[in-house]
């Protein structure tokens, strides 16, 4: 779904263009995500209010948040929350990485960061209306819990991939610097498709892995009935 009203937020999107296994799309509005809000213009913040995405979920580091903070923190309306998905660099290579090297470092995180991760869920489970969740450039924390979202909701894999590989998209056409300064970390659908293989090998289905990491089973029925299930 294209948001050409909020032209500072260059990778914000929804999931309504995601389909589930049983070929229903999701609705609007429920869940975005996007890179860091930091230069909203008041038009933009009113835009996000008409979309009732008032919810956000900052997924950076400490440091991150003081050099750019989030626009949208204290602004009347919405309900903010930090979340440190992991005080160190997300993703860290210091050779030519593959796809399946950038989904290990992803789905390493999912234990590294189980806590994090927990608590972004439990304020989507909690959320009155729709959620924002954004880290800086929205592509890798952003994209691992927007995976990780995708999963709860029985969405196709190749939805889910193509949701991760529209950041592409999204940064190239921008000339956004955290593509252009790692070109090594571009998002590719194979990234995703290494991702959710090592995701199955070790999970039946996604509720062992949130029931593992704390939530409860009324908690992940809460994040579902976001989208009417």
Known sequence: MEMI?????????????????????????????????????????????????????????????????????????????????????YLSFNRSVEPADIAAAYYSKLSVSAQGIAAVFRIFAAAKDGVLFHCESGKDRTGTIAILLLLLHDIMDEDIAEDYRLSYDRMYDNDHPALLADPTLIPMKETVSCFLQLFRRDFLCCDDYFLSIGLTAEELTGIRMKYGE
């Not at 799309?25 to 869940?31: D, G, K, R, S």
């Not at 995500?33 to 979309?51: G, H």
């Not at 948040?65 to 160190?88: K, Q, S, T």
């Open 5 to 89: 009203e909020i032209p500072h937020l260059l990778n914000f999107r929804d999931f309504s263009a995601c389909h589930r296994k049983d070929n229903t799309l999701l609705p609007a509005n429920v869940f975005a995500r996007s890179d860091n809000p930091a230069f909203l213009d008041e038009k933009e913040i009113a835009a996000l209010k008409k979309r009732g995405l008032t919810t956000i979920v900052d997924l950076r580091r400490h440091h991150e948040c003081a050099v750019r903070p989030d626009y949208l923190v204290g602004r009347p309306g919405f309900c903010h929350h930090h979340i440190v998905m992991n005080e160190e660099p």
